[in-house]
């Protein structure tokens, strides 16, 4: 039996861990595996938990739910057999016939500023993971950032399973907007580490628009835009798989400067839509990115304008879409979820 703690879609709306989390989910329903769902309020406010149809018989109601205090608190789970409980988001089960599966996507809270909140998170994350059966991280990068922060975790249960990406994503013949054809695409987060007013400098002064697409424009960043690039900027927010796709097909490339991550999901979904993509050489992004054109060594501005105009040379660019296309191959949602399957089945056949 699999018990799936789906407290991820009550604490945000959108998101990467979201996406991995429907994706998961939605095979394991799909395959017909005994599992249960246990889910909190505003969960259907996600706009990945309305992707995923789950049976109502096959979902377990906890109606007490807090933003916070409820991160700390163990699941209560009364089964009388070993089972695998694996948390969207870092918890622990409190029935000792659990067998804990715990997912670390990045270690974020560690890099950027240390914060009451990030510190908070940090406590949380390193518990759930010192007191899991096996702990499964998105990439060789996070798996070595983790047996570095945590050295006295056992490596036999570090498993490393890379995200997926998803079909929705693909290469349209036409433009769909046009008007976004000379625009630079910036998607998801945009916190420091993001280097989002990195992207407003190097555009300063040059003819691209920039479009944004994710949660709201803060007012600090609609005053930074307005210095940088003022009437050079569009706005989405939240597109779907289906908009978002059109948008990939219709940028001159996406912009993903980030100085740290777990994965990077982005990446991807543009490589299998057909946009070039320029990304900074960090963290896991060489890892999933491939050898393909279009890392930055360092943040440069001049060298982030070269690769814009480069991406002109009809040859150059014709050449990063193939070689994108070919490196999203090794990425599937399908095969995210089957190898997860494989490790509950073997942690399950362990402990009979």
């Known amino acids: 039996m699999l018990f799936f703690d789906n407290i991820i879609f009550s604490l945000q709306k959108a998101g990467g861990i979201s996406a991995v989390w429907q994706n998961l989910i939605s095979e394991v329903i799909r395959q017909n595996i005994d599992a249960k769902f246990i889910e909190y309020p505003d969960a259907l406010d996600n706009i990945f938990r309305k992707q995923v149809e789950i049976a109502h018989q096959d979902i377990i109601n906890s109606h007490r739910f807090n933003r916070i205090l409820s991160q700390f608190q163990k699941v209560d789970i009364r089964e009388h057999r070993p089972f695998i409980f694996h948390s969207s988001y870092f918890r622990l089960c409190s029935n000792p016939d659990a067998i804990t599966v715990t997912t670390l996507h990045d270690f974020t809270d560690f890099f950027q500023a240390k914060s009451v909140r990030n510190k908070l998170r940090l406590y949380l994350n390193t518990k759930a993971i010192s007191h899991s059966d096996a702990v499964v991280c998105v990439s060789e990068n996070t798996k070595n950032d983790l047996l570095r922060i945590v050295p006295d975790i056992d490596p036999s249960k ?9 079909d929705d994503y693909h290469p349209i013949q036409h433009i769909p907007y046009d008007r976004y054809r000379n625009s630079v695409l910036f998607i998801g987060g945009r916190s420091g580490y993001k280097n989002f007013e990195f992207v407003l400098k190097a555009l300063s002064g040059t003819d691209y628009r920039l479009l944004i697409c994710g949660a709201e424009i803060t007012m600090a960043e609609k005053k930074s835009l307005d210095t940088h690039i003022p009437g050079q900027y569009d706005f989405i927010k939240h597109p779907d798989n289906t908009e978002l796709n059109k948008i990939y097909n ?52 001049s060298e982030f304008k070269w690769m814009l105009s480069r991406l002109h040379d009809t040859s150059l660019r014709n050449q990063t879409i193939t070689d994108g296309l070919e490196n999203s191959k090794r990425f599937s949602w399908e095969k995210m979820a089957n190898d997860y399957i494989c490790l509950y089945n073997r942690l399950l056949n362990i402990a009979r």
């Open 158 to 166: 570090i498993h490393v399973i890379y995200n997926g990406v998803s």
């Open 250 to 301: 219709s940028v001159h490339c996406l912009a993903y400067p980030s100085s740290y991550e777990g994965f990077g999901i982005p990446v991807l979904e543009a490589q299998r839509a057909g946009c070039p993509v320029i990304a900074l050489n960090s963290s896991s992004i060489p890892e999933v990115m491939g050898n393909t054109w279009g890392m930055m060594d360092r943040l440069d501005e």
